[in-house]
């Protein structure tokens, strides 16, 4: 189904494509504090849990799971569940590169716990064909509230934004619609496969050809997330009206900041007194993957293994 919409689009059914934007608007609340470190079950080889990262003391309530919110074993929600939508933004925008120019803006914002990964953040990937917008919310609605924030009715989905319409992607992965400008629907695909069929189809025949993915798909794809964080962990905290500022000759990232600022308002957080980190804007050179601007980024590309959990730096 999302092939198919993926080709309807490229066929110019709906125009140019505007934005291609991934959300991830999913509820992470905080998790707590602890004063000393939690106890390793006696059932984990906690030497084999770390593998090449650090095996330091756990200064989390839980091993598991809440490692996707330390940089040393996760990369936040964008790495998390925004993989799956970032992947398909990319596919919309035909891209077989990493973005030439990338910055982000987030934070940790309302509360303060253990984790170090923002829980809202917005990714701005300069694409030529058009922009790829990631948007990570995992704050409520508003303050109290259960239920999440929704962009054209999706909270975990991606939203193809054209000149005469927009196709949207919902998390169930197995359909998509189009619709006009005006919210009516022009179009619906429907799916009889999923990808863990088709990569079982693939295993059995042997036969690379038969996957609809291969790994340097997911390769590239994931390094959008790994790029989008990279910008993150090298900017610093910076005041709302300068990062307005910094970031206005992007329009559609300033509208996205917008959002953003008055999500996080009505969550009881001011960036006038709790500061979002601005990004730094990170240039890339597509064919060597690497930064051309920011030594301290590129340091962020790979990590430093702790032995014997070494990926050599030629496989």
């Known amino acids: 189904a999302i092939q198919e919409a993926v080709q309807w689009v490229k066929d110019g059914n709906l125009g140019k494509i505007k934005?291609?934007?991934?959300?991830?608007?999913?509820?992470?609340?905080?998790?707590?504090?602890?004063?000393?470190?939690?106890?390793?079950?006696?059932?984990?080889?906690?030497?084999?849990?770390?593998?090449?990262?650090?095996?330091?003391?756990?200064m989390r309530a839980k091993l598991h799971y809440d490692w996707h919110w330390f940089w040393d074993y996760g990369n936040g929600d964008?790495?998390?569940q925004g993989i799956h939508?970032?992947?398909?933004?990319?596919?919309?925008?035909?891209?077989?590169?990493?973005s030439p120019r990338v910055f982000s803006v987030g934070g940790r914002l309302g509360y303060e716990d253990d984790g170090q990964t923002p829980n809202t953040l917005m990714v701005f990937h300069d694409y030529k064909t058009a922009p790829l917008?990631?948007?990570?919310?995992?704050?409520?609605?508003?303050?109290?509230?259960?239920?999440m924030d929704k962009y054209q009715g999706t909270s975990v989905g991606v939203v193809v934004e054209c000149e005469h319409g927009e196709v949207v992607v919902?998390?169930?992965?197995?359909?998509?619609?189009?619709?006009d400008k005006e919210g009516r629907l022009i179009k619906k695909?429907?799916?009889?496969?999923?990808?863990?069929?088709?990569?079982?189809?693939?295993?059995?025949?042997?036969n690379p050809d038969d996957l609809n993915a291969d790994i340097l798909k997911g390769h590239l794809s994931?390094?959008?997330?790994?790029?989008?964080?990279?910008?993150?962990?090298?900017?610093?905290?910076?005041?709302?009206?300068?990062?307005r500022e910094e970031i206005k000759s992007d329009k559609e990232a300033t509208e996205t900041f917008g959002r953003m600022a008055a999500h996080l308002?009505?969550?009881?957080?001011?960036?006038?007194?709790?500061?979002?980190?601005?990004?730094a804007v990170l240039k890339m050179d597509p064919k060597a993957e690497k930064f051309t601007n920011n030594s301290g980024a590129n340091k962020l590309l790979t990590r430093n293994y702790r032995k014997p959990f070494v990926v050599p730096e030629k496989v």
């Open 133 to 147: 917008i990631f948007e990570v919310r995992g704050l409520p609605e508003k303050s109290g509230a259960k239920e």
């Open 85 to 98: 939508q970032m992947d398909i933004a990319r596919w919309f925008l035909g891209e077989t590169e990493l």
């Open 222 to 243: 994931s390094a959008l997330c790994h790029t989008g964080n990279a910008s993150y962990r090298v900017g610093k905290q910076t005041k709302p009206e300068k990062i």
């Open 189 to 206: 695909f429907e799916g009889d496969t999923n990808h863990f069929e088709n990569f079982i189809k693939a295993v059995r025949s042997r």
């Open 170 to 179: 919902s998390s169930s992965y197995g359909h998509a619609i189009a619709q």
């Open 78 to 80: 964008l790495g998390n």
């Open 265 to 279: 308002d009505a969550n009881g957080v001011d960036l006038e007194k709790t500061k979002a980190t601005l990004g």
């Open 19 to 58: 934005i291609a934007r991934g959300l991830c608007y999913k509820p992470r609340p905080s998790i707590g504090h602890v004063s000393a470190p939690t106890p390793i079950p006696a059932s984990i080889d906690y030497d084999l849990w770390c593998g090449p990262a650090p095996m330091d003391p756990l």
